[in-house]
């Protein structure tokens, strides 16, 4: 009887354990999220965080600017990651990216904003 | 507690309400309009506390706040068990303030920043800019406004609002000089000659950005006119500061600044002789703005009619007055979306002119948002009813006197109590008469309806 009261309670300790692992794992499976405000305006692109954790990056986008604007993600070799679609003027979005460590570059692809400014890198580290 | 008893107990705190203590003729519902002006409003511990202490020490503990300095006491906000994060997260700019006017020990700084915010209206400019601008309106809300205008005119927001920054001699631009004339210190007793004349002698100033939305801003003379400039009466080679020593010595100046400071206080325009009063004190003071505000809060206008209030809470006072007499936090993100929806969200004023005040706040949608308002903070607030704690067996007049110590004890009326205590009789009409003491779950939900509604009703919306 005893032994059976033991082994019972064992076997919910073992269940507790189980559980309580799970739920650990979980969180560690979870990436970070990090969010990053993004201003855009003619012809500038600030980022008021210029890094963050691999993991899920929130890219918060505000257009301060009179024209429309969008903002493109790339990988330094030019490789395309996302991007939010055109966001016009005194409008918001936002894009969120699974980034693995890497430098990237965040450019406005519409017209030649780019080219006149919109465009600056941002760092994903470890 | 009997319904008797109840009565009496709500009795007695509204008779204290009228009774002078402190001083002659200083009340608990005097010092409830001294501190929803001046700031938030007034917990019912500081109404009491207050009262007993006079108008004098009132004053000077609402002017001065707490030896030492201002401070934030309570818990530290969090949105969804994070901690605010201003620059990245929309709308945590607009919490970390409202957080800081339910937390502050001086809210009179506070909302004389939400004053200074509506005067030198600024919007569209990066979170930074703007964080740092609200800092600096902070840092001399109470202060020299000639210091204060120093601070405006070379501060990164506002130049690049008004197109300040980069405005050069060849082409120097005319927005901030004529703003700085017609919103900022005069309203009127300018020429256009004056406005094109300060825009030759503001210009110099240029922008220098930085990848993280700071920016500096630096003061390059060669960019700026040093020719000769004939402003109000003046003729020189006048530079910036010229330009704002002239305008604030102006005559209009004066009469302009202190009529917009009284109509902040007070909802009926002041008297001739107060005007001039007024005037002689902000001159005298060397254009200080506290000795001012101290005389518009001891003013006895401000304490008329103090069972009819005139003056339409704005919706960042609605709500956070509502917050900080209930001893509500910031815990979601709710207040962002509905003070936009309420017509005022801080950081994003409609225009340079600022928000249209007074009833303008009460438009049928505005007001539709501040019941919305009302029903989030019992419900992520304190006054939220804890269940089956305020049962069926109560008295319409115990539960309605529940309701209201809930909600920090605010000055309702006789219709409007009236009114409620009926609704609470009222409330278990459908339910058989043997049955209603088992009811507590309507208790419950008669208790979330007369919180909201005490927070929401024609009352509260007055101060």
Known sequence: MVAR?????????????AVLTASAADARRRPPTTSVGVAAREF???????SAPGGIVRFNVANFGEDGHDLVVETAGGRRVGRTGEVRSGRRATLALRLRPGTYRLVCDLADHAARGMRTSFRVTR | MSATAARRRHGRRRAHARRPSGGRGWTEAHVRRLFWRAGFGATPAEARRWARRGKAATLDHVV??????????GPAPRVEQRPLDPLNEWGDDVLWWLDRMIRSTHPLQEKLTLFWHDHFATADQDTPLMLAQNRMLRANALGSFRELLGAVTRDPAMQLFLSLADSTKDAPNENYARELMELFTLGSGYSERDVREAARALTGYTADWHDDGTVTI???????DD????????????????????????????????????????????????LRALVATYRGSGLRIEPVVRQILAHPQLYRGLDAPDMVKCPVVFLAGAMRTTGTYVTQDYPTWLLELMGQLPFSPPSVAGWDWGAAWMSSNAMRQRFVAGNHVVQYGRPRPRKGAAPASLTPQEAY???????????????????????????????????????????DALQWTLRHLLLTCPDAQLH
């Open chain 2, 227 to 274: 020719g000769v400039k004939t402003l109000l009466g003046r003729r020189g080679r006048l530079g910036v500061d010229d330009v704002l020593d002239l305008v604030t010595a102006h005559p209009n100046h004066a009469p302009f600044l202190v009529g917009k400071l009284w109509s902040f206080f007070v909802a009926t325009p002041p008297s001739r002789a107060t």
């Open chain 2, 401 to 443: 006197a529940r309701a209201w110590r809930a909600v920090g004890e605010p000055r309702v009326s006789a219709a409007t109590r009236a009114t409620l205590t009926h609704l609470a009789a009222r409330f278990f009409d459908d339910i058989d008469a043997r049955w209603r003491d088992q009811a507590d779950w309507r208790a």
């Open chain 2, 64 to 73: 001065n706040g707490p030896p030492g300095g201002a401070r934030v006491r």
């Open chain 1, 5 to 17: 009261r033991t082994g019972s309670l064992l076997l919910a300790l073992l269940l507790l354990l």
């Open chain 1, 44 to 50: 500038r692109f600030s980022a008021y965080r210029t």
């Open chain 2, 218 to 224: 630096k003061y390059d003379a060669g960019q700026h």
